[in-house]
């Protein structure tokens, strides 16, 4: 990166030099450069493992001067940063990836939770809800100030983060993966929001995976790879800078296309069709969340799943999957042809049916097991003597096998999960329940959070099973990545089925007219208005 003339300094306001981050036996960072312009916004991409969030936490105070080599000048000035604390004081402020809020607290109460408002060492509550709903109206919020986190959905839960970080009188924000759980709807209303703060002379880092997003709302990039600074590009300079350039930075080569080939195929028998399902929610009883839904997949096919956040997406698949959501649950699921009742978890996985959650690090793994104990946790029976007894041998045979099969990088299968890099997490998920030879996959989120090349390894991956016969279903809320790997496509809104489109009719626009919709449909794939 080119040194910067005095003028240009002037205009800086945040300079990172030669940082260095090291932990046992892994140099995290290594001589990264970063220059931040007063005003902009800064985007900060690179794969999973390249060091975006240490580098931030580097910035923010969570890894304390002296844990690193380096330098960082904060408005011109050498800053040394011994804790959050320091950084907030200095106006640096950061939203992490995953929300912190506390759920029984007020939305109040947890804008000013360790920046208290008030009075002779008394918090002054008037105070406290007069400003709390000033900031919740700032970011777009008409919540009272009396509601709890629990009550809203993750959309605004990120803007209520937003908030607490505006409390802190903000002069450099740094959102890592804010739009990561969020629907469309929600992540172009967060980004009008950083549009306004730039307008307002916030300096915004914004880290995200999702280069469309990237390239709409960033003034420049930088580019980490492997620990190093790669390139900062200016997205508004003369030169065009193409999703695919930050691709080639981030992963060191370029994809010609960023799904995988399939070749055209004809799809198998039927082998899981869900006829009139519906789901009421397990406290609010009389409301359906899932309403009368209907669908198939066949051997071989890749079936996608749209909606905005709250159709009822996850909640129909979790409770297909032996009902381990919901109650008052109704409707037919058969399996190839044969009408099957899944009352547990156990029920469904013997039918054949796997369910790979959009947690991964709440209900998808042990984060503090090995690779070898997770990817066998679902299949216990398959590694274990006639006594119940596991063996440790076959254990670490199965998850080697996995680890070369499906790339996971770890030095071995007993490294730590909780260890690895977002999409190695996912891998392993997918071993663990690929581990228990399924028929029918339910994917839910399987690229939430990951980088691009891991998400090209996964759909990689996801074509393989399709093409050895299973059925899949793919849930997610990324629709070029739906239109990208399936041969079909459902939208739900409100719980129901709104429309079947073919691979070859699927646009993004007709797909979110149909998330859009309420009257639901039954048959063939849609042609034209449903």
Same mark, same amino acid.
């Given at each position: 990166?080119?040194?910067?003339?005095?003028?240009?300094?002037?205009?800086?306001?945040?300079?990172?030099?030669?940082?260095?981050?090291?932990?046992?036996?892994?140099?995290?960072?290594?001589?990264?450069?970063?220059?931040?312009?007063?005003?902009?916004?800064?985007?900060?991409?690179?794969?999973?493992?390249?060091?975006?969030?240490? =580098?931030?936490?580097?910035?923010?105070?969570?890894?304390?001067?002296?844990?690193?080599?380096?330098?960082?000048?904060?408005?011109?000035?050498?800053?040394?940063?011994?804790?959050?604390?320091?950084?907030?004081?200095?106006?640096?402020?950061?939203?992490?990836?995953?929300?912190?809020?506390?759920?029984?607290?007020?939305?109040?109460?947890?804008?000013?939770?360790?920046?208290?408002?008030?009075?002779?060492?008394?918090?002054?509550?008037?105070?406290?809800?007069?400003?709390?709903?000033?900031? =919740? %109206?700032?970011?777009?919020?008409?919540?009272?100030?009396?509601?709890?986190?629990?009550?809203?959905?993750?959309?605004?839960?990120?803007?209520?983060?937003?908030?607490?970080? =505006?409390?802190?009188?903000?002069?450099?924000?740094?959102?890592?993966?804010?739009?990561?759980? =969020?629907?469309?709807?929600?992540?172009?209303?967060?980004?009008?929001?950083?549009?306004?703060?730039?307008?307002?002379?916030?300096?915004?880092?914004?880290?995200?995976?999702?280069?469309?997003?990237?390239?709409?709302?960033?003034?420049?990039?930088?580019?980490?790879?492997?620990?190093?600074?790669?390139?900062?590009?200016?997205?508004?300079?003369?030169?065009?800078?193409?999703?695919?350039?930050?691709?080639?930075?981030?992963?060191?080569?370029?994809?010609?296309?960023?799904?995988?080939?399939?070749?055209?195929?004809?799809?198998?028998?039927?082998?899981?069709?869900?006829?009139?399902?519906?789901?009421?929610?397990?406290?609010?009883?009389?409301?359906?969340?899932?309403?009368?839904?209907?669908?198939?997949?066949?051997?071989?096919?890749?079936?996608?799943?749209?909606?905005?956040?709250?159709?009822?997406?996850?909640?129909?698949?979790?409770?297909?999957?032996?009902?381990?959501?919901?109650?008052?649950?109704?409707?037919?699921?058969?399996?190839?042809?044969?009408?099957?009742?899944?009352?547990?978890?156990?029920?469904?996985?013997?039918?054949?049916?796997?369910?790979?959650?959009?947690?991964?690090?709440?209900?998808?793994?042990?984060?503090?097991?090995?690779?070898?104990?997770?990817?066998?946790?679902?299949?216990?029976?398959?590694?274990?003597?006639?006594?119940?007894?596991?063996?440790?041998?076959?254990?670490?045979?199965?998850?080697?096998?996995?680890?070369?099969?499906?790339?996971?990088?770890?030095?071995?299968?007993?490294?730590?999960?909780?260890?690895?890099?977002?999409?190695?997490?996912?891998?392993?998920?997918?071993?663990?329940?690929?581990?228990?030879?399924?028929?029918?996959?339910?994917?839910?989120?399987?690229?939430?959070?990951?980088?691009?090349?891991?998400?090209?390894?996964?759909?990689?991956?996801?074509?393989?099973?399709?093409?050895?016969?299973?059925?899949?279903?793919?849930?997610?809320?990324?629709?070029?990545?739906?239109?990208?790997?399936?041969?079909?496509?459902?939208?739900?809104?409100?719980?129901?089925?709104?429309?079947?489109?073919?691979?070859?009719?699927?646009?993004?626009?007709?797909?979110?007219?149909?998330? %859009?919709?309420?009257?639901?449909?039954?048959?063939?794939?849609?042609?034209?208005?449903?």
């Amino acid at each position: 990166m080119p040194s910067s003339t005095h003028a240009d300094r002037e205009d800086l306001i945040l300079e990172m030099v030669d940082i260095t981050k090291t932990f046992p036996g892994v140099i995290a960072l290594e001589d990264v450069r970063l220059q931040v312009r007063r005003g902009e916004i800064h985007a900060i991409c690179g794969e999973n493992g390249a060091g975006k969030s240490t =580098l931030m936490k580097i910035l923010s105070g969570v890894y304390p001067h002296g844990s690193y080599d380096g330098t960082i000048r904060l408005n011109g000035s050498e800053v040394e940063f011994r804790g959050t604390k320091d950084s907030e004081e200095a106006g640096v402020v950061i939203i992490h990836q995953e929300l912190a809020l506390v759920p029984r607290l007020t939305l109040a109460e947890n804008i000013f939770l360790g920046n208290e408002r008030s009075k002779r060492g008394i918090i002054d509550w008037h105070a406290t809800r007069a400003e709390a709903a000033k900031l =919740l %109206t700032d970011v777009g919020l008409s919540e009272s100030p009396d509601t709890f986190p629990v009550d809203i959905g993750v959309g605004k839960q990120q803007l209520v983060e937003i908030a607490k970080a =505006l409390s802190k009188k903000v002069d450099l924000l740094i959102l890592d993966e804010p739009t990561a759980a =969020l629907n469309e709807e929600d992540s172009e209303h967060l980004l009008d929001l950083l549009r306004l703060f730039r307008s307002q002379g916030i300096t915004c880092i914004y880290i995200s995976h999702k280069l469309s997003e990237v390239a709409a709302i960033s003034d420049r990039v930088t580019v980490l790879r492997d620990g190093r600074t790669i390139e900062t590009l200016d997205l508004h300079g003369p030169e065009p800078v193409t999703e695919d350039r930050i691709i080639h930075g981030m992963v060191g080569r370029s994809l010609e296309q960023l799904f995988p080939d399939r070749e055209k195929h004809e799809p198998g028998t039927e082998a899981l069709r869900i006829e009139h399902w519906t789901v009421h929610h397990p406290i609010d009883t009389s409301r359906k969340v899932v309403d009368d839904a209907s669908l198939t997949v066949r051997h071989g096919e890749i079936v996608g799943l749209a909606g905005l956040m709250g159709a009822g997406r996850t909640e129909l698949a979790m409770s297909v999957f032996g009902r381990s959501w919901g109650t008052g649950i109704s409707g037919k699921v058969f399996r190839d042809g044969e009408q099957v009742n899944l009352r547990t978890v156990r029920d469904a996985i013997d039918q054949g049916l796997a369910y790979t959650t959009e947690d991964r690090k709440s209900l998808g793994l042990n984060l503090i097991q090995t690779i070898r104990e997770n990817v066998s946790a679902a299949a216990l029976g398959k590694v274990s003597n006639a006594f119940g007894i596991v063996r440790a041998g076959a254990e670490e045979q199965v998850a080697e096998r996995y680890r070369k099969d499906f790339r996971i990088k770890a030095p071995s299968v007993e490294s730590v999960v909780g260890k690895l890099s977002g999409g190695n997490q996912q891998k392993v998920v997918l071993s663990k329940w690929v581990n228990t030879e399924p028929e029918i996959l339910i994917l839910d989120e399987p690229t939430r959070g990951i980088d691009v090349g891991a998400k090209y390894e996964i759909y990689t991956i996801i074509n393989s099973l399709a093409d050895a016969g299973k059925a899949v279903l793919v849930i997610s809320s990324e629709l070029p990545e739906l239109l990208g790997i399936c041969d079909r496509i459902y939208a739900m809104s409100q719980g129901r089925i709104t429309g079947e489109v073919s691979r070859e009719d699927a646009t993004q626009e007709e797909l979110m007219r149909y998330m %859009t919709k309420e009257r639901v449909v039954v048959g063939g794939p849609a042609k034209g208005d449903l």
